[in-house]
């Protein structure tokens, strides 16, 4: 059984830091790219950043600068780092997983469209509040 979870979530205030972290069990990780995504209220789920089997990486413009997207191949797990936030940064983030044999079949991932992702956890929130 395939399982995402998120966590590292929280409330902060505009400024601030928070990394994100998500373990994934029961599929071979390293066939999939990874990514983030959110969701604010009454809002659209968008595409954060991703990262494909070779390390490289995708981000949004809205976070660029801002947020860093890694993760532990040999601890299955993916990471954001998000620094300087803001209030427009409050949503619930989710990782998501694309089946990807090598780096040029992330066709969603690297385009931080969220239709062809495989697997979904259930999101962490974050707020960011003063």
């Known amino acids: 059984q395939v399982q995402l979870a998120e966590s590292g979530g929280g409330s902060v205030q505009p400024g601030g830091s928070l990394r994100l972290s998500c373990t994934v069990s029961g599929l071979t990780y390293s066939t999939y790219c990874m990514g983030w995504f959110r969701q604010a209220p009454g809002k659209e789920r968008e595409g954060v950043a991703a990262?494909?089997?070779?390390?490289?990486?995708t981000y949004a413009d809205s976070v660029k600068g801002r947020f860093t997207i890694s993760q532990d191949n040999a601890n299955e797990s993916l990471y954001l780092q998000m620094n300087s936030l803001k209030a427009e940064d409050t949503a619930m983030y989710y990782c998501?997983?694309?089946?990807?044999?090598?780096?040029?079949?992330?066709?969603?991932?690297?385009?931080?469209?969220?239709?062809?992702?495989?697997?979904w956890g259930k999101g962490t929130l974050v707020t960011i509040a003063s």
């Open positions: 998501a997983a694309e089946l990807a044999l090598q780096s040029e079949d992330c066709y969603s991932a690297s385009r931080l469209e969220d239709y062809g992702m495989d697997y």
């Open positions: 990262i494909d089997n070779d390390g490289r990486t």
